[in-house]
T-cell receptor, first 116, second 110 residues
């Protein structure tokens, strides 16, 4: 079946611009996660959705970052007034449930964001 | 959060076994040990997880020390496709997010 997909695969923008990154999770997965990965480091948690609501947004670095999941499936990560330090690979993952020992997360290929 | 310690890198020859160590001396009784790997230019993928007993699946085996303060991921016959960054992660049943460290970069020589 189809895995997690993310669009665009690459996004180049200028400092100060607004960007939206999209994630299509695996059908039926109630939990959705966003992570950010800087070069040479492991992914860092940003936000977790259970259904339509953001259950934990403690990883969002500041109020320029916002994410939505209005119908409990597709999610959009929005970044306002982008800065060069926002350049990274943004990863989306989904899982059938949010918790439990078998909470295997399925990751998408990521969106590489470059802020010039 | 309990932390894990992994070597930065390891090298292996194709078709030989690879043993990837992970130290987690502050592990709690409810922490599961998960392994994910990330192939170049891809998102991480689940490999295996366990609590106390050794585990086997089609991808790998997980050997857990009796005191649970360390574990070893075993790739029985490395292939070129196994070249990736391998992450050892602790999480509780109540956890939802994964806390990745820097992982171990595995290089497989043909």
């Amino acid at each position: 079946g189809a895995g997690v997909s993310q669009t665009p695969s690459n996004k180049v923008t200028e400092k100060g611009k607004y960007v939206e990154l999209r994630c299509d999770p695996i059908s039926g997965h109630t939990a959705l996660y966003w992570y950010r990965q800087s070069l040479g480091q492991g992914p860092e948690f940003l936000i977790y959705f259970q259904g339509t609501g953001a259950a934990d947004d403690s990883g969002l670095p500041n109020d320029r970052f916002f994410a939505v999941r209005p119908e409990g499936s597709v999610s959009t990560l929005k970044i306002q007034r982008t800065e060069r330090g926002d350049s990274a690979v943004y990863l989306c993952a989904s899982s059938s449930t949010g918790q439990g020992s078998y909470n295997e997360q399925f990751f998408g290929p990521g969106t590489r964001l470059t802020v010039l | 959060d309990a932390k894990t310690t992994q070597p930065n890198s390891m090298e292996s020859n194709e078709e030989e076994p690879v043993h990837l160590p992970c130290n987690h001396s502050t592990i709690s009784g409810t922490d599961y040990i998960h392994w994910y790997r990330q192939l170049p230019s891809q998102g991480p993928e689940y490999v295996i997880h366990g609590l106390t007993s050794n585990v086997n699946n089609r991808m790998a085996s997980l050997a857990i020390a009796e005191d649970r303060k360390s574990s070893t991921l075993i790739l029985h016959r490395a292939t070129l496709r196994d070249a990736a960054v391998y992450y050892c992660i602790l999480s509780r049943v109540s956890d939802y997010k994964l806390s990745f460290g820097a992982g171990t970069t595995v290089t497989v020589r043909a």
